[in-house]
Nanobody, 122 residues
Framework: QVQLVESGGGLVQAGDSLRLSCAAS????????MGWFRQPPGKEREFVAT????????YVADSMEGRFTISRDIAKNTVYLQMNSLKPDDTATYYC???????????????WGQGTQVTVSP
């Protein structure tokens, strides 16, 4: 059974940091590209970051570049999203996903986690 389980969300203040984790199991393996997306309340799901199979290629959305970093630990089969200098606009449900290519479209990812809530207060 395929599983992606996110953790690490919570309620923080503006300027704080959080590190989200996504543990993969089942058919998902270290051969898959991983991505992070988020969905703010009442808005569409948007791309956050993606990382290649080896971890040598990463891409973070322009609006989050410099504050967010994606990484993966192959031995632990886990992907991370380090979020610094958080803003109230970062409030959203954050999802990790697995797919064949490190692209920004959520339609390209075929496995999804259940999401973890991040709330940033002013």
């Amino acid at each position: 059974q395929v599983q992606l389980v996110e953790s690490g969300g919570g309620l923080v203040q503006a300027g704080d940091s959080l590190r989200l984790s996504c543990a993969a199991s089942g058919r998902i393996s270290n051969g898959d590209v991983m991505g992070w997306f988020r969905q703010p309340p009442g808005k569409e799901r948007e791309f956050v970051a993606t990382i290649s199979r080896s971890g040598s290629y990463t891409y973070v959305a322009d609006s989050m570049e410099g504050r967010f970093t994606i990484s993966r630990d192959i031995a632990k089969n886990t992907v991370y999203l380090q979020m610094n200098s958080l803003k109230p606009d970062d409030t959203a449900t954050y999802y990790c996903a697995a797919g064949p290519s490190p692209v920004t479209s959520h339609r390209a990812y075929y496995y999804w986690g259940q999401g973890t809530q991040v709330t940033v207060s002013p």
